[in-house]
T-cell receptor
Framework: DVKVTQSSRYLVKRTGEKVFLECVQD?????MFWYRQDPGLGLRLIYF???????EKGDIPEGYSVSREKKERFSLILESASTNQTSMYLC??????????????????FGPGTRLTVL | GDSVTQMEGPVTLSEEAFLTINCTYT??????LFWYVQYPGEGLQLLLK?????DKGSNKGFEATYRKETTSFHLEKGSVQVSDSAVYFC??????????????FGKGTRLSVIA
């Protein structure tokens, strides 16, 4: 079974702190994703990565950066945490991020989430 | 761009009731369609998927049929259980000609099943 793990289930930080959220997958997937989940807004894509050292902005990249130095690890960084970044953060991985033939694509596998509170 | 619209919740049902959660999509070409489920305190997990028109995905008693003519992928279950209480997300993967684009998710529908 694919396993995606996230470094913390719950995290409390103060405004202005630098925050690192770590995600590791064990299935040699090329693609990794960071989402945030908020009530009434569903999942919103922050950043994704198709390969080591590659990254693409998602729908809401402002205030975030990412790092992918190794294939299995994808880190989300909040350079200076703010209260509006209090949220549930979900990491996911997949073999293919989009369809390349006949509309087929691979499933995204999610970690358990990190609930971040910024005070 | 591509988008997914699903019915707003919360949905509250009694045990053994019939469940339908509506999902419609807008996309060019031939997307793949998914239903994900998120149980309390957990991440999302794939419930079922369909990759072409008229395909039916099924798992754990849930079913959804890819209807291209109505651009829909409604989730159904004949008899829900308390353990089905969760948030359900409809999602699509753009077709081959849309480029290397991640999944597009609906906003989720919270289901509560009471005994």
């Amino acid at each position: 079974d694919v396993k995606v793990t996230q470094s913390s289930r719950y995290l409390v930080k103060r405004t202005g702190e630098k925050v690192f959220l770590e995600c590791v997958q064990d299935m040699d997937h090329e693609n990794m994703f960071w989402y945030r989940q908020d009530p009434g807004l569903g999942l919103r894509l922050i950043y994704f990565s198709y390969d080591v050292k590659m990254k693409e902005k998602g729908d809401i990249p402002e205030g975030y950066s990412v790092s992918r130095e190794k294939k299995e690890r994808f880190s989300l960084i909040l350079e200076s945490a703010s209260t509006n970044q209090t949220s549930m953060y979900l990491c996911a991985s997949s073999l293919l991020a989009g369809g390349f033939s006949g509309g087929s694509t691979d499933t995204q596998y999610f970690g358990p989430g990190t609930r971040l509170t910024v005070l | 761009g591509d988008s997914v619209t699903q019915m707003e919740g919360p949905v509250t049902l009694s045990e053994e009731a019939f469940l339908t959660i509506n999902c419609t999509y807008t996309a060019t070409g031939y997307p793949s369609l998914f239903w994900y489920v998120q149980y309390p305190g957990e991440g999302l997990q794939l419930l079922l998927k369909a990759t072409k028109a008229d395909d039916k995905g099924s798992n754990k008693g849930f079913e959804a049929t890819y209807r291209k003519e109505t651009t829909s992928f409604h989730l159904e279950k004949g008899s829900v259980q308390v353990s089905d209480s969760a948030v359900y997300f409809c999602a699509l993967s753009p077709s081959a000609n849309s480029g290397n684009t991640p999944l597009v998710f609906g906003k989720g529908t919270r289901l509560s099943v009471i005994a």
